[in-house]
């Protein structure tokens, strides 16, 4: 048995689901924090399960370098390795190769590279992809794919996303089936709706367990995203999760739930939270800002987070100010629980059958 | 009433104490982790508190230069601010000045100095130092002194000493009675045995609601260290605390119980844990170390606390060797518990009249 996944209530192309793996389920919409580094930044296990999350993400590329996959493996695993009990999804390594790696050289075989860690020599192949993040244990394996840069010429855009699909047909095939465990395919094809439509067919065609889409939220605009997700999401099926990768700002994630989008990963509030910006149901703050500095009121006078409910913006403005890591613990904790409750509310809004009032009523941004 | 200090249990010249202030009672052998500026680096609250500290230091001197006194007054004291419930001690200022502010000129009326942080105008006397920790709310406040370097000719010592001396004069007289509030003096003149006798005298004179050891644990070595605490201990009164300020590693901590000191605050478990240090009950390691990255064991078997509960020494080596947050986070949460547990096991020790066996079981270093 594969990952389960259950559609719980639908509210125009918004739905609400029921994700099953190996560790617990996950109620989508859900926003998945990124742990990099088998750690999500400034955060231990049990504050990022206080924010509700159930999910997080971790980067093949990073952990094959450092500690290693094989060495995670005999010391029991991501999970156990990280002490996080829930679900976890590893990324393919396909985009960190490309954004970090160094002397990169892509052939039909896969990308050799130099770790920009040591300059020790790699070779990363969907092959090798695969068995990494069996060797980790993540409970949901991505496809290994090609990141094509943006903007790039249709022709490469073409060419990329092909070899993204033959790689995705071998990253299948190296699957491993496992209960309670799966793998998802990667829509690519650039900002071309007709290349995207064509990738959506070709990954249904070879069969996965849910399907993301990929190479967006790299510089192309809001509108570009929302375009791609409608020419992706009439192609994928309707009970497989579908996933929107490194998506985004909050009204990003509402008008892509709005569009039928069930999974994002952003560094977005862990990486905000480390450089002093909060996300409130007032809009985006920056604590550095002097203002603050005498301000008694919490961050978000309706959070229930450890900071919102236990600290000041003029204590947190003070510790920004004087680069304290409590900073960036208090400040990811509170954007983590953001982003969990944010996605609660959509749940909610789409099971009461009012999703175009939530989307209306907290954020009028989103398209 | 100010602080009230019982003692419940003596074995030899170590005395188990309960000190009770406003913000609850502390259990005595103990240790104080340092908050600098209104917070345990890398420690939420909670997190300080679950070692087991009923106390923590907060510095005078980055207070007062950011946020301000009287900014963390407005906002309803130090205690709100840094949402910390039990007690505040704070330093003098007195230390930090002499170490860290920049075109110090020092005078009969106390210390003109500019900011290290802006560069701003400040003056610094025993009046205003005991005002700013009044403006704090800090249960106990610390005398103004001057720091002497070491090593100085005995000369400048001993006029730096009687220069401390009409300072503290100035400071008792200078402190607010407040119940559950009290003023510690502080013990001067560096590694001289008859300038630390004169100064305890002076200071018995004139009256104190606990009595500190400053001026040490500057590079004078244990053995002076230990021989000025026994130069200074028997002019102190029995019925008051008593605290070695600035120290110090385990066996320090050991060696001055046995002498009859009550408080410790030192940096050394927080900063050391920020740089990949462990202080365990096989010895102090460092996670940086490469012996490490393959060990599924915990950091130190007999430990509580969240980080060897939870987690390898191979994952603590992994954080430390990627730069990452939570190794600071869970490497301080386990060396402030080894301090906690350290005293409270010398209180048990004490208490079972035992402490002779206990000093030379766990700490055959100790003097």
Chains 1, 2 share one sequence.
């Not at 020419?231 to 509402?254: F, N």
């Not at 961050?299 to 229930?304: E, G, V, Y």
């Not at 953001?338 to 209306?360: K, V």
Request: overall charge neutral; glycine content about 10%.
């Amino acid at each position: 048995m594969t990952i389960r996944f259950e559609i719980m209530a639908h509210d125009g192309a918004a739905r609400v689901g029921r994700l099953q793996t190996a560790h617990g389920a996950i109620e989508t919409p859900a926003f998945m924090p990124v742990g990099t580094a088998a750690t999500v930044k400034a955060m231990s296990p049990e504050a990022v399960a206080a924010t509700g999350a159930r999910i997080v993400l971790g980067n093949t590329y990073h952990l094959m370098l450092r500690p290693g996959a094989e060495r995670v493996a005999s010391l029991g695993g991501l999970h156990k390795f990280m002490n996080w009990p829930h679900a976890i999804l590893t990324d393919s390594g396909g985009f960190q190769v490309m954004s970090l790696a160094a002397l990169r050289t892509i052939s039909e075989e896969g990308v050799a590279f130099r770790s920009h860690l040591d300059g020790s020599k790699h070779l990363l192949t969907p092959e090798r992809s695969v068995d990494i993040q069996r060797l980790l244990g993540s409970d949901i394996t991505m496809a290994f794919d090609e990141c094509t840069p943006f903007p790039s010429p249709r022709e490469a855009v073409e060419a990329s996303m092909e070899l993204s699909m033959r790689w995705a047909e071998r990253s299948r095939r190296a699957f491993v089936e496992r209960s309670g465990h799966g793998i998802v395919g990667i829509v690519q094809g650039g900002v071309h709706p007709d290349l995207r439509a064509r990738s959506a067919a070709r990954l249904v065609e070879i069969g996965f367990d849910g399907y993301a889409i990929g190479g967006l939220a790299i510089g192309e605009g809001q509108a570009t995203t929302f375009a791609m997700v409608e020419a992706t999401v009439p192609g994928l099926p309707e009970d497989r999760p579908r996933y929107l990768m490194g998506v985004g700002k909050p009204d990003d994630l509402v008008g892509a739930v709005k569009r039928g989008i069930d999974m994002f990963d952003c560094v977005l509030p862990t990486r905000s939270g480390r450089t002093g910006q909060a996300f409130t149901r007032d809009g985006a703050l920056n604590l550095k800002n002097a203002r603050h500095a005498d301000d008694p009121g919490p961050l978000d006078a309706l959070c229930r987070c450890s900071a919102c409910t236990g600290f000041s913006r003029a204590y947190l403005h003070h510790l920004v100010k004087s680069g304290e890591i409590l900073a960036s613990m208090l400040l990811t904790t509170h954007n983590l629980t953001y982003y969990a409750d944010l996605t609660a509310a959509m749940r909610a809004a789409i099971r009461a059958g009012r999703f175009a009032e939530f989307t209306t009523a907290t954020m009028a941004e989103a398209a």
